[in-house]
């Protein structure tokens, strides 16, 4: 089984208006409501490209009831964990100029942490387990290095998709996939990364560490696939960008989803690269059919070889 575990889950209010003005009535002309929270994306990508998961979280509230009941009729399987806070919700304004509102995080107390605690203790040699998401600074690191260090010791696919100081303290941990970006790998090392080589020189020092897969988001420049045989960039498909939210979550949902069938690094980043090109491509997370249509003009190539054709 695959785990998903988002910490600060959320309900998305995305409004789409042709100008926004501060300080002005601005009425939109389209809103969605949309589950928010790494994980949770994960879990609905996973299941439309129709790979089962449960979608772990700490909710509360009336939008944590919401949530829960969105991914149950998506029939996603959840496992939320209650709490006292209500949920937050984060507001997208898609204008000219795109503005973001987001809520604060819950307070979590240890009675809720020892529950995921004991969740990811009870999970399978051959489980992923997938943390993704901002991980509260309320929460001490040494919490979610005990979680991975159960994950290592059960052999357990630990994936790690998030940034700051939780990022540098994990990536010391056995696992199996990272996705950062330029500006997080960055922040890893206290260095400015310019190049894709730059880029895969710093990544290559995160597969020495134990990351088996580390996949570097690198925008309309496509991505970058580092592993100890592999340095293999993606060249994503020249198409109109809708919406960024959410396309480097539906990026580790097709690496995994391709991942546990296969067992083929080359498959799963063209996948995950086409994955995250296509929910790029449309105001809501991508369908099967729209990665499936795009496939094929997601080009991979080896570093040096693509370095050359330019």
Known sequence: ????????????????????????????????????????NVSRVLQRLGVDSTAIAFAGGFTGSYIEQFLRNEDIKTQ?????????????IKSAVETE?????????????????????????GDWFVLAGRLTESIPISFFQELASICEKNEIQFVLDTSGPALKALVRQKTVLIKPNLEEL?????????????????????????????????????????????????????????????????????FIASYTKDQDPLKAFR????????????????????????LDLVILSPLLEEDVKK
């Open 1 to 40: 089984m695959i785990y998903t575990c988002t910490i600060t889950p959320s309900i998305d209010y995305t409004t789409y208006l042709p100008n926004f003005e501060a300080g002005q009535l601005n009425r939109s002309n389209e809103v969605y409501f949309y589950p928010g929270g790494k994980g949770i």
């Open 80 to 92: 939320f964990i209650p709490i006292e806070d209500i949920t937050r919700i984060n507001v997208k």
């Open 101 to 125: 509102l987001n809520g604060p995080g819950p307070t979590l107390l240890d009675k809720h942490l020892n529950i995921l605690l004991n969740k990811v203790n009870q999970m399978e040699k």
């Open 186 to 254: 960055g922040e890893l090392f206290d260095a400015e990364i310019n190049t894709k080589q730059e880029a895969a020189q710093y990544a290559r020092l995160l597969v020495d560490l134990g990351v088996e897969h580390v996949i570097i988001s690198m925008g309309g420049e496509g991505a970058l696939l580092v592993t100890k045989e592999l340095e293999i960039m993606a060249k994503v498909p020249n198409k109109p960008v809708v919406n960024t939210v959410g396309s480097g979550d539906s990026l580790v949902s097709g």
């Open 271 to 294: 996948y995950g690269v086409a994955s995250g090109s296509a929910t790029a491509f449309q105001s809501d997370l991508c369908m099967k059919e729209d990665v499936d249509a795009i």
